[in-house]
């Protein structure tokens, strides 16, 4: 049973800033929300997690607002090599059990 | 660097057949984990292990096993493969808590099984 959503698919022009929410109505307190990032024939890799407020790192920035039923992944300045599939998933952070990936979303960079 | 390493990267297999997926991890993690991967459907978790000999079923353990009799080693195994089994596989690992600021799962490069 998937615990998260987001959209599909998204387009975007080279150097604009993109912005990719997810929504996980039935986030648990001990839940922290961590974005990946896979390109074709690849593994996913880790891009950045947080539990609440505001986190940010070299990458991209994760918001969260007070409930922490949804975030929003915040990639600054994209380029084409930036052009992959996008995963937000909730799980226990202490267990490291029930982390589901979903369907993800598809950014397309536009050049 | 962690290194995830998957045994095989391309396989195929007949209808009936059984078949091992390896995976070892370098680094002393004590979560495991196998997902596959279908166009359309993203990653779906199969099955995870926090311990030797420890199993817990993800999503869709229907048709798959696993063993961990060593920590640093993770099989899937599919006692009779079928075509719908046919997909891109995925190892990964992690320390445990993960909710410690620099722990995150860690994948393998995905082993692609056909079966015919």
């Known amino acids: 049973l998937a615990k998260t959503t987001q959209p599909i698919s998204m387009d975007s022009y080279e150097g604009q800033e993109v912005n990719i929410t997810c929504s996980h109505n039935?986030?648990?307190?001990?839940?922290?929300i961590t974005w990946y990032q896979q390109f074709p024939s690849q593994g996913p890799r880790f891009i950045i997690q947080?539990?609440?407020t505001k986190v940010t790192n070299e990458v991209a920035s994760l918001f969260i607002p007070a409930d922490r039923k949804s975030s929003t992944l915040s990639l600054p300045r994209v380029s084409l090599s930036d052009t992959a599939v996008y995963y937000c998933?909730?799980?226990?952070?202490?267990?490291?059990?029930?982390?589901?990936f979903g369907t993800g979303t598809s950014l397309t960079v536009i050049p | 660097d962690v290194k995830v390493t998957q045994s095989s990267r391309y396989l195929v297999k007949r209808t009936g057949e059984k078949v091992f997926l390896e995976c070892v991890q370098d680094?002393?993690?004590?979560?495991m984990f196998w997902y596959r991967q279908d166009p359309g459907l993203g990653l779906r978790l199969i099955y995870f292990?926090?311990?030797?000999?420890?199993?817990e079923k993800g999503d869709i353990p229907e048709g798959y096993s696993v063993s961990r009799e060593k920590k640093e080693r993770f099989s899937l195994i599919l006692e009779s493969a079928s075509t719908n089994q046919t997909s891109m596989y995925l190892c990964?690992?992690?320390?445990?808590?993960?909710?410690?600021?620099?722990?995150?799962?860690?994948f393998g490069e995905g082993s692609w099984l056909t079966v015919v």
């Open positions: 990964a690992s992690s320390f445990l808590p993960l909710d410690r600021p620099g722990n995150t799962i860690y």
């Open positions: 680094m002393d993690h004590e979560n």
């Open positions: 947080g539990y609440k």
């Open positions: 998933l909730v799980g226990d952070g202490f267990t490291g059990n029930q982390f589901y």
């Open positions: 039935n986030i648990a307190t001990n839940d922290y």
């Open positions: 292990s926090y311990d030797v000999k420890m199993k």
